[in-house]
Every structure is written in structure tokens, then in C-alpha cells.
């Protein structure tokens, strides 16, 4: 009975937060408002003009429209055959180089597509051949996002089904027969998760597309927008956008639904795995090295060729560049980090329906377009006169919420609920919990959450290129210029400079690889 009152009081206690958490209330819908009101503006807008032949897409709308959803099906369709094939090969056999090349498949992270877009353009004009088109459009953008399959399919293999293999290998099954009858099954859901996350890139990717002359719905946005003028054209291409990126998150949250399953009994084993020999070593060693070879391999074989020509800004610029980049990217991780910790901590403070779908819908940002947050912020910010790097700002936390909200979500499960109900019997308030308890457990998430958002800032271009000020460029925006003026030689500094960030990032999700791995 003692246990019973506990949790009721506990439940009453959270449904209904006392007055001293409503500072906690405000600043959650203060967050989850200003994330969400771009989207609303866009809506408002489209309505307001609903009546507008203006907003219909026309001959290159359709083109764009069209060319967005090939290279959205090609390019999850060979991400789910190169990410599952690793994923399982990485996680449930065994062979020679497997720990190091399991952790090496969340390299082709590190290498944003358009820099890869300008090194193969550049390699292809010394070499002879033409890197143009939407074919290369689908193997870059296949390279640099297949290792989201890659996660969420390892972390199937390596914890689900260990039982039901372990029967079938001792019935005599092979590998083969083992993946196909029991592993993949159980393990479609992650995959079609990676799959929607990939596709998700494929829609904001600005860089890589306007390089290989493809048009997306991403380059007409910005096209219509700031070259032609036509702000009425480009809200409807958005809309698309929208539409498109709604239907994948839609798939990507049923897919997680559906592999959500309970491994009773299983904790502390680790997957079991098949050694392979002979031929099929070879191949599994080939086919988990080629895309992070191919990854880093490119920009390295580009910056030995182009070693004898190398240029460079002068120093001064080259440094102005690097601390804008750098300035903007701390300032977008210390905001997001906080306002993902405000909604993260409001699940277990303040448990109302009404919040809980509002923390939901405001980590959906990541999902959406950067040239169609950039063009909602400029709806915003126009009328109003708002500076571009506050727009900017307010950008960076809007789309990259997710990426810090999701972990701090997840270590915060593992925080029992009682540290809580001891600290507030002891009078302890919301904000003395956090600073003494939850902040020194959660702080290796805060600076891994932070050290992506730094990182995936410093990549983001369509953005960062459509809200910067003016005389106000970055690395990346860099970069994408000197390529576009086929100054390819001169955009190599800025490129390692954020290819050594890429890099970093990559190696903090490497620990969690590694954590998956042991025992196998």
C-alpha cells in the first residue's frame, strides 16, 4: 500500500505542476512557439495567396518535383542495400578488420555531398570524363547518407532476434539463410527508419544538386526566390517540400514504432555472430571499406593532385572565415543544447497531453528543408526588420532541436524517478534537481548533443547561404561559391577545415558503436 500511495502522489504531482514550475511551463512554450511559428507564417502565407496562379509549379516546378522523388527513391534504395549489408555484416559475422571497419562506416558522415560533388568535378575535368547529372547525383548522396541505415541496422542486428539465431544456428543455418528468414525481418522497421532519414537529406541538399546541374525542389526554392523574385512560386514549392518531408517523417516514426521490442533476458549478450572465410571474407572486408574509403579517399587523392596548385585565401580572410564559422556554430550549440534540455526536462517536470505534442511537433525542424526554414524566417523577419544573424540563429536551433533533443530523451530514461522524489522531499525545486542531479549525469550527452550541432552547422549550407548577411560568408558558403566559379583549387582549405570537423563529430558516435560491438 506504502508503494502504492508513493506513486500516486508521484502521478498527482506530475499532472498537476504547482505554481513553482510554471517559469519552467512558459520557457517550454516559449520554445516549442518559436520553433513552430516559421511553419505557421508558411501556412498563413499559402492561404492568404491560395488564389494566386503564382503558386502553381509550372514546367520546372514539375521537373523539380519529379527529379526530388527519383533521387529520393534511388538513393534510399541503394542506402538500404549497402547500410543493411554492412549493418549485418559489421554486427553478426566475423572476420578479420571487423571492430575497426564497423566503426569506420559513420565516416562518409564527416564529408558534406557538396564538397564530394566539387572534388568529383573537379577529378573528372583532369581526368576526362563529365561528373554531371542526376546519375552522380544518386552515388554521392547514396555515399554520404547510407550510414543512417547503418545505425539504426546495427543496433537491430546486434539486439534483436539473438535467441531465434542462435536456433537457427543450431539447426544448421547458415549466415545467409539466418539474415534472410529472421534477422531482416525483424530488423525492416529500423531500416525503413534509416531509409526515411536519409531521404529527408536528400530533400534539403542544396550544395551537391546545383554542382551536378539537377533541379530539386530545394534549388528551385531558392531560385525562385532570390533570382527571380517570385516569393508567391517559391512558397509553393515548399508546400511540396513540406508535404514530401511530412510523409517521410510520418514513415520514419511508424517504422520506430514498429521495432520497438522488449529483449527480456537478453541484457549484457552480445550478438551472435557467423566467421567467414575464404572468398566471403573478402568480399565482407570489401564492401564495409569501399564507402568510407571512397568517402575520405576522394578529398585526399583531390588534395595530393591539387597539392602543386594550391590556393588559398589570404590569411586574414581565411581566418575571418573560420570564426564566423565557428562563432555561429557555438552560439547554435549553446542555444539548441539549453532549449533541448527545456523540453527534454518538461516530459518528466510537467506531464501534460498539451506539452507533450507541442515537444514533439517542435523536434521536427531537422526534417525540414533549410531553404524552406530560411524562406518562412525572411516571412518573419522582413515585416519585422530582424537582424539576418539573429534569423540565422533562430534557424540553426529550429532545424538542429532533434539532434540533441533525442539523446537527452534517452539518457533521461535511464535516470531513475526516484532521485527525483528524494530531492524533492527534501524540498528541492525543479531547477535544484536539475543543476545538482540531472546535470552531472547527463553531462556526457549534453557534449556529444552539442558537438553535432556544432559540427552540423558548420556543414549547413542552404541555410546559412540564404540567411547569411551580406559580405558575410562561412566555410561552407565558401566553399560552394569557389566551386560554382570552378575555383575548385581555392575552396581546398576551407573543405578540410570542414572535413577535420566532419571527422570529429564521427568520432563521437563512435563510442556507441563500440558499446554495441562488445561481446560479439
Avoid at 588534395?303 to 589570404?314: A, E, V
Avoid at 557534449?447 to 561552407?476: I, M, N, Q, W
Wanted: charged share 15%.
Amino acid at each position: 500500500m506504502g508503494v502504492l500511495a508513493t506513486a500516486e502522489r508521484a502521478t498527482a504531482n506530475r499532472s498537476g505542476p504547482p505554481l513553482r514550475r510554471a517559469p519552467l511551463a512558459a520557457a517550454v512554450l516559449l520554445v516549442c512557439g518559436l520553433a513552430l511559428l516559421p511553419f505557421l507564417v508558411l501556412a498563413g502565407f499559402a492561404v492568404r495567396d491560395a488564389g494566386s496562379s503564382q503558386l502553381w509549379l509550372g514546367a520546372e516546378g514539375l521537373e523539380q518535383l519529379t527529379n526530388t522523388l527519383v533521387l529520393v527513391l534511388a538513393v534510399g534504395l541503394i542506402g538500404a542495400l549497402f547500410g543493411t549489408a554492412n549493418g549485418w555484416l559489421t554486427a553478426c559475422c566475423q572476420f578479420p578488420g571487423r571492430r575497426w571497419l564497423r566503426l569506420a562506416q559513420v565516416l562518409p558522415l564527416a564529408a558534406p555531398a557538396f564538397v564530394l560533388a566539387a572534388v568529383l568535378v573537379d577529378l573528372g575535368s583532369r581526368w576526362g570524363f563529365r561528373v554531371h547529372g542526376i546519375g552522380w547525383a544518386v552515388l554521392l548522396l547514396s555515399l554520404t547518407t547510407y550510414s543512417y541505415v547503418f545505425l539504426l541496422s546495427t543496433e537491430s542486428f546486434s539486439g534483436s532476434g539473438q535467441r531465434q539465431l542462435e536456433a537457427c544456428r543450431s539447426l544448421g543455418v547458415g549466415p545467409w539463410g539466418s539474415f534472410r528468414r529472421v534477422a531482416l525481418p525483424l530488423a525492416l522497421p529500423s531500416i525503413g527508419a534509416g531509409v526515411a532519414l536519409s531521404g529527408m537529406e536528400v530533400v534539403n541538399e542544396l550544395g551537391a544538386v546545383e554542382l551536378l546541374g539537377v533541379p530539386t525542389l530545394s534549388r528551385g526554392i531558392l531560385q525562385r526566390w532570390q533570382s527571380e523574385g517570385d516569393l508567391q512560386g517559391a512558397v509553393g514549392l515548399a508546400l511540396i517540400a513540406l508535404v514530401l518531408v511530412s510523409l517521410l517523417v510520418g514513415a520514419e516514426r511508424w517504422m520506430r514504432h514498429r521495432s520497438r521490442r522488449w529483449n527480456i533476458g537478453q541484457d549484457g549478450v552480445g550478438a551472435l555472430q557467423w566467421p567467414l572465410r575464404g572468398w566471403r571474407c573478402h568480399l565482407a572486408q570489401l564492401l564495409t571499406l569501399l564507402p568510407p574509403l571512397a568517402s575520405l579517399g576522394l578529398p585526399l587523392t583531390w588534395l595530393f593532385l591539387s597539392r602543386d596548385h594550391l590556393q588559398s585565401d589570404p590569411v586574414e580572410d581565411l581566418l575571418a572565415l573560420t570564426l564566423r564559422s565557428l562563432g555561429l556554430a557555438l552560439a547554435a550549440a549553446l542555444l539548441t543544447v539549453a532549449a533541448a534540455l527545456l523540453l527534454a526536462i518538461s516530459r518528466r517536470w510537467l506531464a501534460h497531453p498539451l506539452l507533450g505534442r507541442l515537444t514533439f511537433f517542435a523536434g521536427m525542424g531537422y526534417a525540414v528543408p533549410g531553404t524552406v526554414l530560411a524562406l518562412a524566417l525572411m516571412l518573419i523577419g522582413g515585416p519585422l526588420q530582424l537582424s539576418p544573424l539573429l534569423l540565422l540563429l533562430w534557424g540553426y536551433g529550429d532545424r538542429f532541436l532533434a539532434v540533441s533533443k533525442q539523446g537527452l530523451d534517452a539518457s533521461f530514461e535511464h535516470i531513475p524517478p526516484s532521485l527525483d522524489e528524494c530531492a524533492t522531499s527534501l524540498g528541492c525545486g525543479w531547477l535544484a534537481v536539475l543543476r545538482r542531479i540531472h546535470l552531472p549525469l547527463l553531462r556526457g550527452p549534453l557534449l556529444v548533443g552539442a558537438l553535432l550541432v556544432f559540427v552540423d552547422v558548420v556543414k549547413e549550407l542552404p541555410l546559412t547561404f540564404s540567411l547569411r548577411p551580406f559580405d558575410f560568408d562561412t566555410l561552407s558558403v565558401r566553399v560552394y561559391q569557389y566551386a560554382s566559379d570552378e575555383r575548385v583549387a581555392a575552396a581546398l582549405v576551407p573543405a578540410l577545415l570542414i572535413l577535420a570537423l566532419g571527422l570529429a563529430a564521427s568520432v563521437a558516435l563512435m563510442p556507441s558503436l563500440e558499446r554495441q560491438g562488445k561481446g560479439g
